[in-house]
């Protein structure tokens, strides 16, 4: 490790992870992966194995190779040398690390003898292998921005902002007249309600249509549309305008209850909206709004304009200046 850090190189030695417990390899494969090289280190044991009977070392050793990560070995010079309590005690453990030793001699490998050997080993193994396998290596983050990344990031942010600037205006309709080949005027849509008040402290509650045109809907949530408006608004201003309608039905719908309310129902609420936008009489906003606003905005397009004004505003009446005279 030493040797690597006087080569400015980050070493993330699998020792320094449990290396006892399967439950920590997907943690040791990351490391793998977020590696440039990858070096095994053998000495005289085959080390803890995993279930399938493989070393942890071998088996991170195999992952690296099948990875694509450029490997080297660093076996012992004299492995009869090593003391025997630093060698394994059974045969069968001895035979796999034999077997794994010369796995890891068919690529890249060098012998050691001591640890100051080790050292000057990996060095000169680290100069050669990164002159024949150049991997991209760690910067710091300031410095991993060259002015020629910063160039293509703002052309790209560029493209995005005349993109999102297209979208937007193809976005609005500019038709000054509605699409008459929908349902309009005083063509009616039955609208699914649910009445609720109270006598006393019960809750009461009864169903029912109630028939709209499509004049009086307009009408109705048109005005709050002139500019963009959230959805629960607007839902809210129809809303309202039906619970006038129930209340002056007294004929059809329970009007001596207390604290009334109407509520649409999302089906109904959902065809007004598709009908409206059929008819070219509203559009989605198109302002910027804040990431924690959630809510659907409309508005009304210049043929909805048009319409509302034919409906709300008050005609001329050319005898008025005569009655005045």
């Known amino acids: 490790m030493q040797a690597l850090l006087e080569m400015d190189c980050l070493p993330a030695g699998m020792e320094l992870f449990p290396a006892s417990n399967e439950s920590q390899w997907t943690l040791i494969q990351g490391v793998i992966d977020a590696s440039d090289y990858y070096l095994v280190v053998l000495g005289g044991r085959y080390g803890s194995e995993t279930e399938e009977g493989i070393s942890y ?7 690296a190779v099948q990875a694509g990560i450029p490997v080297m070995g660093f076996v012992p010079a004299n492995p009869d040398s090593i003391p025997a309590g630093k060698t394994d005690k059974n045969d069968a453990a001895a035979q796999k690390l034999a077997e794994f030793q010369a796995k890891v001699q068919n690529r890249m490998t060098k012998e050691w003898s001591s640890p100051e050997d080790l050292g000057s080993k990996v060095t000169r193994g680290m100069i050669n292998l990164i002159k024949t396998n150049p991997r991209p290596g760690w910067v710091r983050g300031t410095e991993a921005m060259t002015p020629e990344t910063r160039a293509e990031i703002a052309e790209l942010r560029a493209q995005i902002a005349q993109q999102e600037k297209r979208d937007v205006e193809g976005s609005i309709i500019t038709a000054a007249e509605i699409d008459k080949a929908f349902a309009h005027g005083d063509e009616e849509i039955a609208i699914e309600v649910n009445h609720r008040g109270y006598e006393g402290y ?15 809907v307009v009408e109705a949530i048109g005005p709050f ?27 059809i719908w329970t009007t001596t209850w207390s604290s009334q309310t109407a509520a649409i129902s999302d089906s109904s609420w959902g065809s007004i909206i598709v009908q409206l936008r059929a008819l070219r009489i509203i559009q989605t906003g198109t302002k910027k709004r804040t990431v924690s606003d959630k809510a659907v905005y409309w508005k009304l397009t210049p043929a909805g304009d048009d319409y509302l004004v034919g409906l709300r505003a008050v005609s001329h009446d050319p005898d008025f200046r005569k009655a005045s005279d």
């Open 225 to 251: 549309m002139l500019d963009e408006a959230p959805e629960p608004l607007i839902r809210n201003a129809l809303e309202s305008d039906v619970l006038r309608s129930i209340q002056e039905s007294p004929e």
């Open 57 to 63: 070392t071998e088996k991170e050793y195999d992952y």
């Open 202 to 216: 019960k809750p009461y509650y009864e169903d029912g249509n109630i028939s709209y045109s499509w004049n009086e």
